[in-house]
């Protein structure tokens, strides 16, 4: 039986896919400039032409509907190009964190079935392609690769390097693939087909790759609507596009508004402000660590900020109160919403019109489309308005599942569709949801979730760890960072150093804890489980705040 959104959305919004995108762009804004990078820059024609160009290269090398095709590179008008190529010819993208680490990596591709990988040779000091030659040696058999799945890799890089198909090798290719031929491919591709998966490492167990399909551009039009952008704008775009707030505020609000993006590979706030004065950026996006570094350099060295009109801050939670307040002074009238890779961008969101109060201390107002409930997580039952509870929330956009997680799917979506979020707000009498922090244990440092129970099933691979739990100290500059309390292996004489060398370069640098506290046993409950509460108040009573561990 179709739902309610579905009649909704069947109702009234033309269904699209998001692969047509860039080509409807095109035939609207042809010479209208689309993208700004490192000093180059491309109209909506080029860009089209380019997904159209990767997209026959694909087709080429075999790649099926359906088929996971992961994505690993920095911010880059390749990574643009791809990821609409991909979803343009019925593939499945896979974006992947670029701070993940081997381990890490190897089960995102492992769990995703992807079966080509389309990567940056390496960004900076860190070498990626050294990662995915430790997984999948040259010449070395599927069945003895960590990644026996994975059947093809694309590098960009300047060198040909063994089993791997060079970029330039990819475009050439796709001479042998006509137009007609990628025409009927596209076609073929249906509106409500997944297209993409986003990893997030949610609140229990492992990362857990979130279904989508192409609905998410309707909640980019909505709230590109909301917000007043249209083709006059330029957006500034320093968030990583592996992540759903650049994916969608970025690169597909581009392409549905004819605004301009200039993107940078990396988020540096001073570079980020000259860009600002330098493009004359109309909208600007971030979390509050983004924010307070911006404002924090331009007090350092003012710029012509002048042109910001609006952006995205999500509020709510106290801790990021001030640096709103600061940030909307500085930048104008920034908006609050909430939303996660589960539902999308702004299930809530704030208004041009909204007052500072509402922008700087709530989350946003119930988005069109999107019913918000907040309930006593023992009884299920509502809250009165303005008392805190659990933020469940239902809409078009809700992910179809975790891909090949049905057991941790039905934890977090129930029969009626409500999804049970794990995070505490409450809705105001104004209407307004506020978001207030987690129920569950989930971390998050600098604006990227860290599930614990993850970081510790990776410290425990450690033969001198016996057992690990990770809690949360708060951070002035990145909000929280992890801290590890770890009891040794009987005979082991092991050191924080050693706990912490084990982890880095191995896991991702924001999953790796700041300290390691070492115990002989831990706090637990009647039921067996670890109170983490007491470890969190032992970890502030040894780091009063402000001190060591700051």
Not at 114 to 131: F, H, K, N, Q
Request: net charge neutral; charged share 25%.
């Amino acid at each position: 039986m179709a739902s309610r959104a579905d009649e909704e959305l069947s109702d009234w919004f033309e269904k699209t896919t998001i692969g047509a995108l860039p080509e409807r762009a095109a035939r609207r804004w042809p010479a209208r400039q689309a993208l700004c990078f490192k000093g180059r820059r491309w109209t909506f024609a080029a860009v089209a032409a380019g997904v159209d160009r990767v997209a026959r290269g694909l087709l080429a090398l075999g790649v099926q509907p359906g088929d996971k095709v992961a994505l690993w590179m920095p911010n880059r008008p390749e990574w643009i190009e791809t990821a609409f190529a991909v979803i343009r010819i019925g593939a499945v993208l896979v974006p992947v964190n670029t701070r993940l680490r081997t381990d890490d990596v190897a089960y995102v591709l492992d769990q995703s079935d992807a079966a080509t990988l389309i990567l940056a040779e390496r960004s900076g000091p860190v070498d990626y392609l050294a990662m995915v030659r430790e997984l999948q040696p040259p010449g070395v058999a599927p069945s003895a690769s960590r990644l026996p799945k994975l059947e093809r890799t694309v590098l960009l890089g300047d060198e040909r390097r063994p089993a791997t198909v060079p970029w330039p090798d990819l475009l050439e290719r796709a001479s042998v693939v006509d137009e007609r031929t990628l025409a009927e491919r596209a076609a073929a591709v249906d509106p409500e087909d997944l297209a993409f998966l986003m990893y997030t490492s949610g609140t229990t167990g492992f990362p857990k790759g979130v279904m989508h399909g192409h609905r998410m551009i309707r909640n980019v039009t909505d709230r590109a609507f909301r917000l007043a952008i249209t083709e006059q704008d330029v957006i500034m775009m320093y968030l990583p596009l592996f992540h759903l707030f650049a994916f969608s505020e970025g690169m597909l609000t581009s392409m549905v508004t004819g605004a301009r993006q200039v993107l940078t590979e990396t988020f540096d706030a001073a570079e980020s402000l000259e860009l600002i004065a330098r493009e004359r950026a109309t909208v600007l996006h971030g979390f509050d660590t983004h924010y307070k570094e911006l404002c924090e350099a331009h007090d350092r060295q003012p710029r012509d900020v002048s042109s910001v009109r609006t952006g995205i801050l999500a509020a709510g939670m106290s801790s990021s109160t001030p640096i709103a307040r600061r940030a909307r002074a500085l930048f104008g009238p920034l908006v609050s919403g909430y939303g996660m890779s589960e539902f999308g961008v702004g299930a809530a969101i704030g208004a041009l019109g909204s007052t500072e109060e509402q922008s700087c201390e709530a989350s946003g107002y119930p988005a069109p489309g999107y019913e918000i409930r907040v309930v006593d997580p023992e009884t299920g039952r509502d809250q009165p308005a303005g008392t805190p509870g659990e933020i469940l929330v239902r809409g078009y956009t809700l992910m179809r599942g975790y891909y090949q997680k049905a057991e941790a799917t039905a934890a977090a979506v129930d029969r009626d569709g409500w999804m049970h979020t794990g995070d505490m707000g409450l809705l105001r009498p104004d209407g307004h949801l506020r978001f207030m922090g987690r129920y569950k244990d989930m971390l998050k440092i600098g604006g990227e979730n860290v599930d614990p129970m993850e970081v510790e099933a990776y410290l425990m691979t450690h033969p001198g760890i016996n057992l690990a739990a990770v809690v949360s100290y708060p951070d002035a500059r990145l909000s929280e960072v992890g801290v590890a309390f770890v009891r040794r292996t009987a005979g082991h004489g092991l050191t924080e150093e050693d706990v912490l060398g084990h982890c880095r370069g191995r896991i991702a640098s924001f999953k790796v804890p700041r300290h390691v506290l070492f115990v002989d046993d831990f706090p637990m409950t009647s039921s067996g489980k670890i109170q983490k509460v007491k470890l969190r108040e032992e970890a502030l009573r040894r780091w009063p705040p402000g001190g060591a561990a700051g």
